[in-house]
């Protein structure tokens, strides 16, 4: 018979459990009262990421972020299935005992890799992996100029000069100098003393 004073994995659990509750009840206790209580305006406002909020917070947010992100999750979470299965199939007594052991958990692997492939090909042919979609649409204008006008202006050909070209600047006349003015504003310093 066991003994009574020794604990049970089931005690273990609990004085785990008891323990986790007493450290963070005394914490969230001690925080309350050792904090200092001296709110103003700029404690009690919205702060996120260093900045300060502007406008309500009831905008629309592009719902491709969304997805995006579920679909990285759904697949981040499957691939974390793969590593319990690779410690399995790689355990020597499991396959020693039974030879069918490592084909049956290939196949069962395959299957599921084989689903997560089919679901990533199914969303990328949807166009859910793209951020932006664009739409393309010809801009139009709705002006009182004929169609004529700009078919002629789009007909017609024009000489473009070659930016190669040596441009000689032309020598202009020379003209005599003005003869130069009195400043007629002269500023007074006074002298420094000493």
């Known amino acids: 018979m066991d003994d009574p004073a020794q604990l ?13 509750l007493l450290l963070v009840c005394s914490t969230l206790f001690l925080g309350t009262i050792l904090s200092p209580k001296n709110p103003n305006p700029i404690k009690l406002s919205t702060y996120e990421c260093g900045e ?4 309500t917070s009831w905008i629309q947010f592009n719902p491709r972020f969304y997805v995006i992100a579920l679909v990285f999750l759904l697949f981040d979470v499957e691939l974390i299935f793969v590593f319990p299965w690779a410690t ?3 355990n020597a007594d499991f396959i020693a005992a039974d030879a069918r052991w490592g084909w049956f958990t290939l196949i069962e ?3 599921f890799i084989g689903i997560l492939i089919l679901g990533l090909v199914y969303v990328w042919k949807n166009g859910d992996l793209n951020w932006i979609k664009p739409t393309h649409v010809k801009p ?17 050909i024009y000489v473009v000069k070659d930016y190669r070209e040596a441009t000689v600047p032309e ?9 130069p003015t009195k400043a007629t504003f002269k500023p007074k310093f006074k002298p420094k003393t000493s």
């Open 52 to 55: 300060d909020a502007i406008g």
């Open 109 to 111: 692997m395959g299957l």
């Open 88 to 90: 399995v199939f790689g």
């Open 8 to 20: 049970s994995a089931y005690g273990n659990v609990l004085l785990f459990a008891i323990v986790g």
């Open 171 to 179: 020598e202009k006349p020379e003209t005599t100098s003005p003869a």
């Open 140 to 156: 139009t204008v709705d002006v009182a100029i004929p169609s004529s006008a700009y078919a002629n202006l789009n007909e017609k």
